[in-house]
């Protein structure tokens, strides 16, 4: 990774009526960085991918912020201006595959059509180039199957086509949500060592939201935790997994279940759930579920080094304690 950054977003936020679901979001992703966005259900980690995109629609609106690509300013709320960017500079790999494909049309068409669309090779070509990259992220018999509809694939192998179909533009940012869901182990890392691989060969930068900490643990160079639409923590993801500086975080890592040991223990959950967004307490919206909340955390805590690490931020007024939790 270099330190210039491709992707320098301040200050999002994303509102649903008069309530904001991505409350003042800071990131930044440096060309050729895997980033990784964690959190529970309901954090607004898809929301803030999908405002990139420029792909929010209906009551779900943008409400503040600025976002920059290479230096350039993204419009987020232009839609023509985006559509130009996605598929070329932009790609994003949709969670929910078998809703995000045409059911009319092959799967090598569209695969193929933002080569075709944006001009970057004929349709023969970009047929070929589909067939081949249905092949790298594991797809059998590529020829064939790039002449099937969405609903004569698995689930699973239309996970594969859309990941395929955000690849094959080598983005300068490919934003992956849940990439790897309904995947067995093994495509999921062939799956995994081909984002590597992009990264290395042409310097990709990659935000992968995930609920999954393995993949998070493998390829992320860096790990932003995000609860009720706010970054709470990011650092490196090594010092991240072994010295967590937010309680949600310490949580969040309690969650994994261990392999270790021969006896049968109970699998750890966070107490309470997300709050409805009506509901979000003032102040650090984490403390309604935090056992080291106090009256200080009424007040909003900042996004800030602890103790004197500037490569480690989080939002917490007890973060010299989060190691005391059990």
Not at 70 to 97: K, N, V
Not at 213 to 234: F, K, L, N, T
Not at 273 to 289: I, K, N, Y
């Amino acid at each position: 990774m270099t330190d210039a950054q491709t992707l320098e977003i301040r200050d999002l936020s994303v509102g649903i009526g008069p309530h904001d679901v991505v409350d003042g979001v800071d990131l930044s992703i440096g060309r050729g960085e895997i980033v990784a966005l964690v959190g529970e259900s309901g954090s607004g980690k898809s929301l803030t991918a999908l405002a990139l995109m420029g792909l929010l629609g209906g009551a779900v609106r943008q409400t503040g912020g600025r976002a920059t690509l290479d230096g350039t300013a993204l419009d987020l709320g232009d839609d023509a201006a985006m559509r130009r960017l996605r598929g070329t500079a932009l790609a994003m790999i949709f969670q929910e595959p078998v809703a995000s494909l045409n059911p009319l049309l092959s799967v090598g068409a569209q695969v193929a059509e933002s080569l075709v669309v944006h001009g970057r090779a004929t349709r023969r070509e970009a047929w070929d180039r589909a067939v081949e990259m249905l092949r790298e992220v594991g797809i059998p018999a590529p020829e064939r199957r790039a002449r099937q509809l969405p609903s004569e694939l698995s689930g699973g192998m239309c996970q594969r086509v859309m990941i395929a179909s955000a690849l094959i533009s080598e983005p300068r940012l490919l934003i992956a949500d849940e990439p790897t869901t309904a995947l067995d182990v093994t495509i999921q890392a062939q799956i995994l060592h081909l984002m590597r691989r992009l990264r290395d060969e042409t310097g990709t930068s990659v935000l992968i939201i995930t609920h999954d900490m393995g993949v998070v643990a493998s390829v992320a160079d860096r790990v932003c935790v995000m609860y009720g639409g706010r970054i709470v923590e990011q650092a490196e993801v090594h010092r991240l997994f072994a010295d967590p500086r937010h309680p949600y975080t310490k949580l969040l890592l309690a969650t994994i279940p261990r392999m270790t040991g021969g006896h049968k223990s109970e699998l750890f959950s966070i107490e309470g759930r997300v709050p409805d967004l009506a509901d979000w307490p003032e102040g650090c919206r984490f403390r309604t579920r935090c056992p080291l909340a106090d009256g200080k955390c009424a007040e909003r805590p900042p996004l800030a080094p602890p103790g004197s690490d500037p490569g480690h931020l989080a939002a917490c007024w007890h973060s010299d304690r989060v190691e005391d939790l059990t």
